[in-house]
């Protein structure tokens, strides 16, 4: 099971946000104990309102509860010499530290890379960071929306050079794919102290992250290549790697990179035997130059089906194609449902909400999600296991160190 992979792990994390707390929360669903270190006021993304799914929502704040499921959640007033001797502790006991707060921030509290492994040699130090640890903007702050899609060279490819401005990006894109790549850094490294006993450092950029999703479009500009923004329909050679639209203005989209193979089989379907006898048709090179042709062809045969008719058509060839479909669409598809991509969180109340997984999953199993943990919810029980006692507990609440 998931929850059992990461057992017996503990990790703290010092983070806000989306990016990293997204690394935290996978480690989570993998059966980790992490606990997240928010300040007094709590983490600013608690406050974001955004598409229905934030702080304007009746209920559960769901951008909030993707980002730290399964956690628990200690307030701790870090700039206080009090509250840095707790945090300090949490980490003596610690397998991870996980952070995306900037250096000059970490260094400021004594808990830079170098610091903290000094004093801990044992713990897995993990940075999720805009632009890298080295070089002049090390210490520039970034979302994904600026590091990943803006300068990480996303916005400018996926836009046609017709448009006024870029494209805008989804929310968290970078964030999200960052996080999968920093919970993978981690599991790399708590695999390499297994078997030599040494902790590391882990580092993952959003402007890394963006290069890497880029990695095809990098090859051809390393190598002198061209790379074409926004790539218009036709221009590609092969027209069985087109998205056709079908009469109720819907789209199917073809992914034939064998087309050869496939060509019989869709004329077939389309009951136009004389396609695949056309010579202008015979095999890849020459479709690719009657491509014009070739796609008024297939223009013509799918738009004058329905959709629903192009599904159940394409349906009878062993092909790689798939519906254009809406993100309405996804969360009742057939293949979502059947293999558990979306789970169900349940809430003390025995109601639920629902939130998609990580897609990640052991043994044919999701995760068992859990609830994200309320702001220093869990700072007294966190406390005690230290050894702390209450009165210590009280001393620290008149403090003003923890809530």
């Not at 923004?229 to 790697?241: D, E, K, V, Y």
């Amino acid at each position: 099971m998931n929850d059992e992979v990461f057992a017996g792990v503990k990790v703290v994390e010092l983070a806000q946000w989306v990016f990293v707390p997204v690394a935290g929360a996978i480690l989570a669903d993998w059966g980790a104990d992490v606990v997240r270190v928010e300040r007094l006021e709590g983490d600013a993304y608690r406050g974001l309102a955004t598409q229905g799914i934030g702080t304007e929502r009746a209920g559960v704040n769901l951008s909030m509860a993707l980002a730290n499921r399964g956690k628990r959640s200690v307030a701790i007033d870090l700039q206080r010499t009090e509250g840095m001797a707790v945090f300090l502790e949490l980490l003596e006991y610690a397998d991870v530290f996980i952070t995306n707060l900037r250096p000059g921030a970490l260094e400021r509290l004594g808990l830079d890379a170098g610091t903290v492994r000094e004093r801990f040699p044992h713990l897995v130090y993990a940075r999720g960071h805009g632009f890298g640890v080295r070089g002049p903007d090390a210490d520039q702050p970034g979302y994904d929306s600026s590091a990943y899609f803006a300068r990480g060279g996303l916005a400018h490819v996926l836009s046609p050079p017709d448009l006024d401005y870029p494209v805008t990006q989804r929310g968290a894109m970078g964030d999200r794919s960052g996080a999968m790549a920093l919970a993978f850094g981690i599991a790399g490294a708590l695999l390499r102290r297994h078997r030599t006993g040494e902790g590391s450092v882990v580092d993952v950029s959003l402007l890394a992250t963006a290069m890497w999703t880029l990695s095809s479009d990098l090859l051809a500009a390393l190598n002198g290549g061209e790379i074409s923004r926004g790539a218009s329909r036709g221009t590609f050679f092969n027209p069985l790697t087109e998205t056709y639209r079908t009469k109720d203005n819907r789209h199917v989209s073809l992914v034939f990179l064998q087309p050869d193979r496939y060509w019989a089989d869709l004329c077939h379907a389309l009951d136009r035997l004389d396609l695949a006898e056309d010579p202008r048709f015979a095999d890849i090179t020459v479709r690719a130059e009657n491509r014009e042709a070739c796609l008024a062809e297939l223009d013509a045969e799918f738009g004058k089906r329905s959709f629903e008719e192009c599904k159940a058509l394409l349906s009878r060839i062993n092909a790689p194609w798939a519906p254009v479909q809406s993100v309405e669409e996804l969360v009742d598809d057939p293949q979502v449902l059947a293999n558990d991509y979306i789970g169900e969180v349940q809430v003390d109340s025995g109601e639920f909400y629902v939130l998609p997984s990580v897609p990640v999953q052991f043994d044919e199993q999701p995760p068992p999600l859990r609830r994200a943990p309320e702001h220093g919810e869990h700072t007294e029980a966190v406390l005690l296991e230290l050894g702390r006692s209450w009165d210590d507990i009280q001393t620290l609440k008149t403090a003003g160190v923890i809530p």
